[in-house]
């Protein structure tokens, strides 16, 4: 059974940092690709960052906004994906779930939400100006 079990989040003034964990489960082989989707009240899911598991220090970042503030990285011993964010501004206030999935016809990962299979719970984000 895969399970993606996500904590960290919670609350942070404008310009604070949080971190985000995902301790993944039952993921079989070829299940390369993990990220980050977020959330906002009112608004369609995004894609934050997503990384392949099989090429060492690979990411993707999907959006201009993050870089150089958002940080995605793994630890492959312990099977947890990390999310750190800095310079958090109220519009990064989200939901944030952890993703994973195959990799697409090309041998790369998705970057949209529906491609990924599996879903964590998700961890809320609230950052007050």
């Known amino acids: 059974q895969t399970e993606l079990r996500t904590s960290g989040g919670g609350s942070v003034q404008a310009g604070g940092s949080l971190s985000l964990s995902c301790e993944a489960s039952?993921?079989?082989?070829?299940?390369?690709?993990m990220g980050w989707f977020r959330q906002a009240a009112g608004k369609e899911r995004e894609a934050v960052a997503i990384?392949?598991?099989?090429?060492?220090?690979?990411?993707?970042r999907i959006a201009d906004s993050f870089k150089g503030r958002f940080t995605i990285s793994r630890d492959s011993v312990k099977n947890t994906l990390y999310l750190h964010m800095e310079d958090l501004n109220p519009e990064d206030t989200a939901m944030y779930y952890c993703?994973?999935?195959?990799?697409?016809?090309?041998?790369?990962?998705?970057?949209?939400?529906?491609?990924?299979?599996?879903w964590g719970q998700g961890t809320q984000v609230t950052v007050s100006s």
């Open positions: 993703v994973a999935g195959k990799k697409m016809y090309g041998d790369v990962c998705p970057t949209r939400a529906s491609a990924f299979a599996f």
């Open positions: 039952g993921l079989s082989a070829n299940e390369n690709c």
């Open positions: 990384i392949d598991k099989a090429i060492k220090n690979s990411a993707t």
